[in-house]
């Protein structure tokens, strides 16, 4: 398998309950993303991770929670989210945090929704 | 002034016309610069990078003017297929690297 791979597609969940997102990349990046992508605005960056690091963290609010255990994975916990929490939300990754020649390779991403 | 900055759209355009974007970004100091592609409820793809001398891709054509703090995307002989957000991507070094999105340009091409 190729690429950047993210589960699930869809989800579903209430307010009170927590959940996982996965992101997998077979592609030998040193970094990895997590965007959110709400109707009708920009990509918003979520969180940076370079070579299993965090080195950036938009604001993000700690009901959103990531963990990167190695270079090719990638996790976004979520608990007591709220309904504006629903979107799209798009794993990326790229070769090296600080060059980004080719741009970046993007998962096909996890629709959530929040009830 | 939004950092990266699109005209939504959508454009409609018959096949086989040329239609172009333009996409105005806020800091000077921008560094690299990029077209993705994004159909309806799909990840965005790299569509093309954009150099300061202009590049060319098949129909694409992206240009980018550091001066006025823009950078266009021309198409040509529109396919039916090319309906789809057009994002303009803009990288930048402040705290730490960005790479900033704009909200898109919506293109629908019809027979």
């Known amino acids: 398998e190729t690429g950047v791979t993210q589960t699930p597609r869809h989800l579903v969940m209430g307010m009170t309950n927590k959940k996982s997102l996965k992101c997998e990349q077979h592609?030998?990046?040193?970094?990895m993303y997590w965007y959110k992508q709400s109707a009708k605005k920009p990509l918003e960056l979520m969180f940076v991770?370079?070579?299993?690091?965090?080195?950036e963290n938009n604001s993000v609010p700690s009901r959103f929670s990531p963990e990167c255990p190695n270079s090719s994975h990638l996790f976004l916990h979520l608990h007591t989210l709220q309904p504006e929490d629903s979107a799209l939300y798009l794993c990326?990754?790229?070769?090296?945090?600080?060059?980004?020649?080719?741009?970046?390779?993007f998962g096909s991403g996890t629709r959530l929704t929040v009830v | 002034r939004k950092e990266v900055e699109q005209d939504p759209g959508p454009f409609n355009v018959p096949e086989g016309a040329t239609v172009a974007f333009n996409c105005t970004y806020s800091n000077s100091a921008s560094q690299s610069f990029f077209w993705y592609r994004q159909d309806c409820r799909k990840e965005p793809k790299l569509l093309m990078s954009?150099?300061?001398s202009g590049n060319e891709d098949g129909r694409f054509t992206a240009q980018l003017n550091r001066a006025s703090q823009y950078i266009s995307l021309l198409i040509r002989d529109s396919k039916l297929s090319d309906s789809a957000t057009y994002l303009c991507v803009v990288t930048w070094m402040d705290s730490s690297y960005k790479l900033i999105f704009g909200s898109g340009t919506r293109l629908l091409v019809r027979p």
């Open positions: 991770y370079s070579l299993e690091e965090r080195v």
């Open positions: 990326a990754s790229s070769q090296d945090h600080s060059q980004v020649t080719y741009g970046y390779t």
């Open positions: 592609l030998g990046h040193n970094a």
């Open positions: 954009v150099y300061s």
